[in-house]
């Protein structure tokens, strides 16, 4: 009798969001579009079961790069309402879109001119009348007798909710890194916790030459190396520059005979340096400022104490994956 | 496009109606006026000279559309009207539709709508040119209404007691069709819901009470049982659309609908098996109607079933 039951309810709930996946369309275009050229952060609002739902989306809309933040209505009501700006877009959940303490605040937040998202069941709601956009969550049956508990509408609004957040992905071209650098619980939390000294490259396998060396040879360590640059340094291992792939092809533009050339025609003077007591997420913020890979790492008197790369600082496998599928390290929010 | 389409059958509880006749088998018009003032105020919607409770089956035009008249008058356009047109076949179906329509008037679109059961009087073959056709005999919307039960009882040799889904899909596509009154499987109802969901607005009101207790359609429910606890019905339709919102005490008024839907429940299983005779004797007890009398001859005495019913109300009526 309670394996039957179960299976309705759950075949109930799985026909719900079934049905929302025919529906979906237009609204849900511009509620994406809405959130992704705010200037500020999405708040979801919502009471009882429904706000349990607006947590959870507000929980993957941060992981997945979207900030957010979770406003309890009736604390609005409060004071809380003045964590909502101009440039914040509220996103309200309510099935019934009856919600007295959600309706109470609604229209304080529309007289400061914030954009309102309704994730309603009721299309003919003070809700969605008054919701700029409006993503239809309807079904057609509870799963729970006389209402007790919403059911198959809070599966639905879920479902919704993790729809917008995976679409708002698509649209920043958030990747494999992004979404590591929100988890720090997991590997790339730790390594991300670790100073640079503990991940950086040393002795031999850091890629230098000497000042005064050809290109033709500086050439050899770059390929030696395998790291894509090789640093210049002086007779006292203090740090005169860096030569990379793009230091190689401006040359190969401007000289004829690049081989005889010494390396510090070629070389970028001043390159990036970090200490190695400075963190790796500080090593791969300058890296992402920069748009470089490596980085010289130094000591107060310039010299070179090792080198490190975005492998090193992201680890070897997750790199290749990203590698395979194309994608660039790029910064979470590319348009802010 | 606008969010509220005013000409949508409504949402919630729809009192399937029974049909008071006197002592000697004619419509009684006053107890039926009675009734309707009396249920009026809980409901949403009413269904009249319908295929069960009204004993539709049995009415011939004339008096359906009498109760029509005087259900329209009783309920003074606070709630809109389901009336049943499905005869034996086809032309007398249509000939229903055209008198009816006739005798409605003026009376807003959204105020009286046409229930029909195809498959009383018509195969699945060809279902959506007959409401293409019945589409020029009327400018009001209709609900059709799928019940595998009612079918059998007819006198027709049909194949199928269910309109088939594929049929349906053609069928919700007609814009003078609006909704589903449906009786029969789980299964059955999530592959119509499949059918409609591309109708926004599409209606598919449960005419099973036990469906709807268990697991309610958004859309409501037509129940015989708001003859005899409109209250406690429209409360437990309240809830089971979430129309109240938030706007109530949460935790205490969830305790008394959990209570209140035992005893509407309990209730439910005091007329389940001959639900007309047993609801008019109750009622007839109650003083609300004349006379008990059903279409159908009874056997059994309906006093002892009656009084029970009676009992359950009574426990019903301290919410």
Not at chain 1, 162 to 174: K, T
Not at chain 1, 274 to 296: F, K, N, R, V, W
Not at chain 2, 60 to 69: G, K, S, W
Not at chain 2, 216 to 228: C, D, E, K, Q, Y
Request: proline share 5%; charged share 25%.
């Amino acid at each position: 009798m309670s394996v039957e039951t179960a299976r309705e309810v759950l075949k109930i709930e799985a026909q719900s969001i079934l049905d929302l996946a025919e529906r979906v369309g237009e609204e849900f275009e511009r509620a994406v579009s809405m959130i992704f050229s705010s200037k500020g952060r999405v708040i979801l609002t919502g009471m009882g079961k429904s706000g349990l739902i607006g947590r959870k989306i507000v929980a993957t809309l941060n992981s997945t790069g979207t900030p957010s933040l979770f406003l309890h209505p009736a604390e609005a009501i409060h004071g809380d309402l003045g964590m909502v700006t101009r440039d914040d877009v509220v996103v309200a959940v309510s099935n019934s879109g009856r919600t007295a303490e959600i309706n109470a605040i609604l229209p304080i937040i529309k007289s400061m001119g914030t954009k309102i998202i309704a994730l309603t069941g009721r299309l003919d709601s003070p809700l969605a009348e008054t919701a700029d956009v409006v993503i239809d969550v309807a079904v057609e049956r509870e799963a729970c007798p006389m209402g007790l508990a919403p059911t198959a509408s809070t599966t639905a609004a879920l479902a919704m909710g993790d729809a917008l957040a995976v679409a708002l992905i698509g649209r920043r071209h958030f990747n494999l890194e992004d979404f590591r650098r929100f988890h720090p619980g997991g590997s790339l939390g730790d390594r991300l916790r670790q100073k640079v000294k503990e991940v950086m490259r040393t002795g031999d396998r850091v890629p230098s030459v000497r000042t005064g060396t050809l290109l033709r040879d500086a050439l050899r360590t770059i390929n030696e190396k395998t790291l894509g640059a090789t640093l210049v340094v002086d007779w006292d291992s203090r740090l005169a520059g860096i030569i990379t792939d793009g230091d190689l092809r401006r040359c190969l533009s401007e000289y004829d005979r690049v081989h005889e050339l010494p390396v510090e025609k070629v070389m970028t003077r001043s390159p990036r340096t970090i200490t190695e007591d400075q963190s790796t997420a500080e090593a791969i913020g300058i890296m992402e400022l920069y748009s470089i890979t490596l980085l010289a790492i130094v000591d107060a008197q310039k010299k070179v104490k090792g080198v490190v790369h975005l492998h090193d600082l992201l680890g070897g496998e997750d790199f290749r994956v990203n590698e395979q599928n194309g994608q660039n390290f790029t910064t979470p929010w590319p348009d802010r | 496009m606008s969010r509220t389409d005013k000409t949508l059958p409504p949402r919630g509880l729809i009192a399937d109606l029974i049909t008071p006749f006197t002592a000697d088998g004619k419509l009684d018009a006053e107890s039926l006026e009675r009734l309707i003032r009396l249920v009026s105020p809980h409901i949403h919607g009413m269904l009249a000279a319908g295929p069960s409770a009204g004993e539709g089956y049995a009415l011939d035009c004339e008096t359906r559309a009498e109760i029509m008249v005087r259900a329209l008058e009783a309920l003074e356009g606070k709630v809109p009207l389901f009336v049943w047109i499905t005869t034996g076949n086809i032309e007398k179906t249509f000939s229903f539709l055209e008198t009816l329509d006739h005798a409605a008037g003026t009376t807003p679109r959204d105020l009286l709508y046409w229930i029909d059961t195809p498959l009383y009087y018509h195969s699945n073959r060809g279902l959506a040119a007959h409401y293409n056709e019945a589409s020029g005999l009327t400018q009001r919307r209709l609900l059709l209404h799928n019940d595998p039960e009612l079918v059998s009882r007819s006198n027709k040799l049909l194949k199928r007691g269910n309109i088939r889904t594929a049929i349906l899909k053609e069928l919700v596509q007609i814009d003078l069709i609006a909704g589903l009154v449906f009786s029969g499987s789980m299964d059955r109802a999530r592959n119509y819901q499949k059918a409609c969901r591309l109708r926004q607005g599409f209606r598919i009101y449960d005419h099973n009470e036990g469906n709807f207790l268990d697991f309610p359609s958004m859309s409501g429910v037509v129940s015989i049982g708001a003859n005899l606890a409109p209250k406690p019905w429209h409360a437990i339709t309240e809830t089971s659309l979430q129309r109240t919102g938030g706007d109530t005490a949460y935790p205490d008024f969830l305790h008394q609908i959990w209570k209140m839907g035992r005893h509407v429940r309990a209730l439910r299983e005091a007329y389940r098996d001959t639900p007309v005779p047993v609801v008019k004797a109750a009622l007839h007890k109650m003083g609300l109607i004349a006379s008990p009398r059903t279409i159908a001859p009874l056997d059994d005495d309906m006093s002892e079933p009656a009084k029970r019913i009676l009992g359950k109300i009574k426990e019903l009526e301290s919410y």
